[in-house]
C-alpha cells in the first residue's frame, strides 16, 4: 500500500489546480481533496471528480463515445462534463483535464460475496448495453487479435530473458525471473493452443458476443451504491469478446484469495443469470485465464521501465505473483474440470 500511495502522490504533483482551469468548466470550487490519481472537487454544482488525461486525445474521444453509447442504456457509468465551448476535455499548461461528477458508493469488495455479485451483474448489464457499438478508432478493436496478441508477448519475454542474462551483475529480480520465465512460457504457448483450437474467431462474428470492454475491472473501479454498481474509469476499454473481459475481472477477483474457483463460480453464475455464455465462449475463456498475465506485466513493465517504481516495489510484486504458481495450476485443473466440461 505505501508504494501504491507513493505513485499517487508523485502522480498528483503533476496537478495544475488552478481557478481558471475550474473556470473553463463553469464551477466554482471551495475545495478539493485527493482520492488515488484524481481530485476531488467540491463545487457550487455538487462533488466533481477531476482527471488529468496522459494519453491522446483520439483515445480520449473513443472512451468518451463509449461511455455515451453505453449510457444509452446502462446509467451507471461516469459521462464527462463538458466545458464552456461544448468540450468534454480542456488543454491546460500542456495538459488535457476532464471532469465527471463524482459517485457516492465505496470500493467493490471481492472478499464479500454480496458485492462480488452486484459487481458481476452489473458487468453483465454494461456488457449488454454495449452491444453493437462500432468504433470509429480502429486500434482500440482488438476482437480476434489474442492469439497475435499472445505471440507477441511470448517473444517479448525471450527479449527479456536476454537482457537479464546480459546482466553481469544479476539484480534479485533478475534472478527469480531467469528461475520461472521457462514454466510461465509453457503456460504461455498452452494458452495460445487451447485457443487455436477454440472457435474464438468465429464468435468474433457474431454481434451478441463482441462488447465494450472496461478492460480494468480492478476493485477500486467498481463502486458500490444502493446495491448497484458503478464503473468508472474507461481509460483501458477496447472492443472484445465479453469473455476478455470477464477473463480480466476473475483475475483480479481471486488472485488475492488463492484463485479461489468457487469464486470464479460464483461470478460466472451470477453474469450469465443476464448475460448467458455458450461453451465455445467458456473456453475460449479458459484460454484467456491460462496466459500468467500477472508474471508477463510485471516483467514487462521491470524490463522496459514502464513503470516509475523503486527495485524494492518490482521485485516484491515479483515474489508475490512466482508465489501464486501452484494455486493457479489448481484453478485451472479445476476450471477445466468443473466449468469447462
Given amino acids: 500500500m505505501l508504494d501504491g500511495r507513493y505513485r499517487d502522490r508523485k502522480y ?6 488552478s481557478i481558471d482551469l475550474f473556470d473553463r468548466f463553469e464551477l466554482k470550487v471551495s475545495d ?3 482520492i488515488r490519481n484524481v481530485f476531488v472537487l467540491s463545487t457550487d454544482k455538487g462533488d466533481k471528480v477531476l482527471k488529468r488525461i496522459d494519453y491522446s486525445l483520439e483515445d480520449l474521444e473513443f472512451v468518451n463515445t463509449a461511455i455515451t453509447y453505453i449510457s444509452n442504456h446502462f446509467d451507471r457509468v461516469l459521462q464527462l462534463i463538458e466545458t464552456k465551448d461544448k468540450k468534454v476535455y480542456t488543454e491546460w499548461k500542456n495538459d488535457i483535464y476532464c471532469i ?4 457516492p458508493g465505496r470500493e467493490c469488495d471481492f472478499d464479500n460475496p454480496i458485492d462480488l455479485c452486484i459487481a458481476s451483474k452489473g458487468l453483465s ?20 487479435k489474442s492469439i497475435e496478441s499472445y505471440n507477441r508477448r511470448i517473444k517479448e519475454m525471450g527479449i527479456f530473458r536476454s537482457i537479464a542474462n546480459m546482466h553481469e551483475y544479476k539484480s534479485e529480480f533478475d534472478k527469480i525471473f531467469l528461475k520461472n520465465i521457462d514454466t510461465h512460457l509453457e503456460d504461455m504457448k498452452r494458452s495460445v493452443k487451447i485457443l487455436e483450437d477454440s472457435e474464438i474467431l468465429e464468435l468474433c462474428k457474431e454481434k451478441d458476443k463482441v462488447v465494450i470492454c472496461h478492460n480494468d475491472l480492478a476493485y477500486h473501479n467498481i463502486l458500490i451504491n444502493n446495491d448497484e454498481a458503478y464503473f468508472i474509469d474507461f481509460d483501458f476499454a477496447i472492443v472484445d469478446l465479453k469473455v476478455h ?5 476473475i483475475n483480479k477477483a481471486i488472485k488475492n484469495t488463492a484463485f479461489d474457483i468457487d469464486k470464479a463460480k460464483a461470478i460466472l ?18 484460454g484467456m485465464l491460462t496466459f500468467p498475465e500477472d508474471f508477463y506485466s510485471i516483467s514487462r513493465d521491470y524490463y522496459t521501465r514502464r513503470k516509475d517504481w523503486e527495485e524494492e516495489v518490482f521485485l516484491d510484486r515479483l515474489i508475490k505473483k512466482v508465489s501464486f504458481k501452484e494455486d493457479r495450476e489448481e484453478f485451472l485443473e479445476s476450471f477445466e474440470k468443473n466449468i469447462l466440461w
Fill in 269 to 286: 453464475s451470477d453474469y450469465c443469470k443476464n448475460n448467458p455464455l455458450d461453451e465455445r465462449e467458456l473456453k475460449v475463456l479458459y
Fill in 125 to 144: 448489464q454494461l456488457h449488454k448495453a454495449s452491444l453493437g457499438f462500432k468504433p470509429d478508432n480502429p486500434k482500440k478493436y482488438t476482437a480476434g
Fill in 100 to 103: 465527471m461528477d463524482l459517485v
Fill in 245 to 249: 473481459d470477464l477473463c480480466n475481472f
Fill in 32 to 34: 478539493v481533496f485527493p
Fill in 12 to 17: 498528483l504533483s503533476k496537478y495544475d489546480l
